[in-house]
T-cell receptor
């Protein structure tokens, strides 16, 4: 079984400041890793994913995450946040292997960007 | 290019009534997942279906909850004799399937309120 821990439930940050949202996971098998973003009253949108290859993955809107196998972490970072980044961010994992398997989510981190 | 469509967006029921939540996957997607989001919690997996088949229902409560994904039409999550604790946001996700894990695309959810 897998579990995901997002250490911070809320992160306030000033506009144009850097931010890091932490995610650690536990699994007895190798996993795929994902970050999803949820804006108010909307569903989850895929922000970025790690499946294999380079451990640093980037999204189109300036976020990046680095897979660290030894620390079982997949922290999300952005060097300079905008007001529009205010949302809830969910880290998720699913086991490697054939087929499609359900996602296991963390409890989420609410990012609030302050002007 | 429609994404995952869920309806209704909001549903209000009295205790003891039935709730029916609908999900139309993205075009070309044959895998559907249902998740439940309680306040201040991440998403919890409920059930995974392919056309006409339940693949994994390990997250479904044993009583009152059922799901189907018929050959024609949307996937339906049905909750009989609803109770206050069923109040939550229910999200549907779909994926394309195949041998490599495919990202799941989420709908905007149905927010169920039990009076």
């Amino acid at each position: 079984a897998q579990s995901v821990t997002q250490l911070d439930s809320q992160v306030p940050v000033f506009e144009e400041a850097p931010v890091e949202l932490r995610c650690n996971y536990s699994s007895s098998v190798s996993v795929y890793l994902f970050w999803y973003v949820q804006y108010p009253n909307q569903g989850l949108q895929l922000l970025l994913k790690y499946l294999s290859g380079s451990t640093l993955v980037e999204s189109i809107n300036g976020f990046e995450a680095e897979f660290n196998k030894s620390q079982t972490s997949f922290h999300l970072r952005k060097p300079s946040v905008h007001i529009s980044d205010t949302a809830e961010y969910f880290c998720a994992v699913t086991p490697l292997g054939s087929g499609n398997t359900p996602l296991v989510f963390g409890k989420g981190t609410r990012l609030s960007v302050i002007a | 290019n429609a994404g995952v469509m869920q309806n209704p967006r909001h549903l209000v029921r009295r205790r003891g009534q039935e709730a029916r939540l609908r999900c139309s996957p993205m075009k070309g997607h044959s895998h559907v997942y249902w998740y439940r989001q309680l306040p201040e919690e991440g998403l919890k997996f409920m059930v995974y279906l392919q056309k006409e088949n339940i693949i994994d229902e390990s997250g479904m409560p044993k009583e009152r909850f059922s799901a189907e994904f018929p050959k024609e039409g949307p996937s339906i999550l049905r909750i009989q004799q609803v109770v206050r604790g069923d109040s939550a946001a229910y999200f549907c996700a779909s994926s394309a399937g195949g041998t490599r894990n495919q990202p799941q695309h989420f709908g905007d959810g149905t927010r169920l309120s039990i009076l």
